[in-house]
Every structure is written in structure tokens, then in C-alpha cells.
């Protein structure tokens, strides 16, 4: 998919996103801003309160309250990232503490960045 809503900033920006699925429960997600100039590009991954992030590396383990491992995710060559509490809103009026994953790259554009996403299963990566 792609837009133009970053059109009005300088070099006239269009975002594309590529996302691959793999059985048995990966994700591959590619980001790519086209135009000209400098920017800075950001990527967030929202997780659900009941996870945790160990961080090791370029990898990011999320896990649930027993410590066992429920996905991994995998930042791409080149990014920064951080870790960070964010409010989650599981209903109206209800506001529960949830954690964001912000991955970031400043270059010069066509700009590309990716990460992915495997699910755990049983427990263990």
C-alpha cells in the first residue's frame, strides 16, 4: 500500500508498506519513503499491556507475565529503536499501560527500513 499524505513536506514524501506473511506466523514489515531531501522516518509498533519487552541487541523479545516468550521482533539493519511505556485503551474511558516499539532512520530519501514480527509457539524462540 501507499499514500501521499507526507506529499506537503519538502521533496514532496510518499510512504509505501510492504508487509510478507509467512506460515507459521511471521511478518515481515518494509517501509519505504520516496521523494528528495533529509527526513526522518518512524515506525511504531503498539504492544498489549499484558507484554513485557526484553531487549538484546537488535532484537526485542515480548513476553507475557510468566516470562515465556509470546513474539520476537526483529529490528533491520540501520534503525535506532526504542522501548517505551504508551496509555492502551482497551475500552472507552478505560486507560491501562501498554509499551511502544519506535523504530527510526534519518537519511537521505528513497529511504528504506523494515522489521519483523515471528510468533512464539509453546513458549520459547
Do not use: N
Not at 44 to 60: E, M, Q, Y
Not at 93 to 115: A, F
Request: glycine content about 16%; proline content about 5%.
Amino acid at each position: 500500500g501507499s499514500h501521499d499524505g507526507y506529499r506537503r513536506l519538502r521533496g514532496g514524501v510518499i510512504h509505501r508498506r510492504r508487509i510478507l506473511y509467512g506460515s507459521p506466523g511471521w511478518w515481515e514489515i518494509t517501509d519505504e519513503l520516496l521523494g528528495g531531501g533529509t527526513h526522518l522516518a518512524e515506525s511504531f509498533v503498539h504492544i498489549h499491556p499484558r507484554f513485557s519487552a526484553v531487549c538484546g541487541g537488535s532484537i526485542i523479545r515480548l513476553q507475557d507475565r510468566d516470562g515465556c516468550d509470546g513474539a520476537v521482533v526483529t529490528v533491520g539493519a540501520g534503525l535506532e529503536f526504542t522501548v517505551a511505556p504508551c496509555p492502551y485503551y482497551p475500552l472507552f474511558g478505560v486507560q491501562e499501560q501498554g509499551i511502544v516499539i519506535t523504530m527510526r532512520r534519518r537519511g537521505k530519501l528513497p529511504l528504506r527500513m523494515s522489521y519483523k514480527i515471528c510468533i512464539v509457539r509453546g513458549g520459547s524462540a
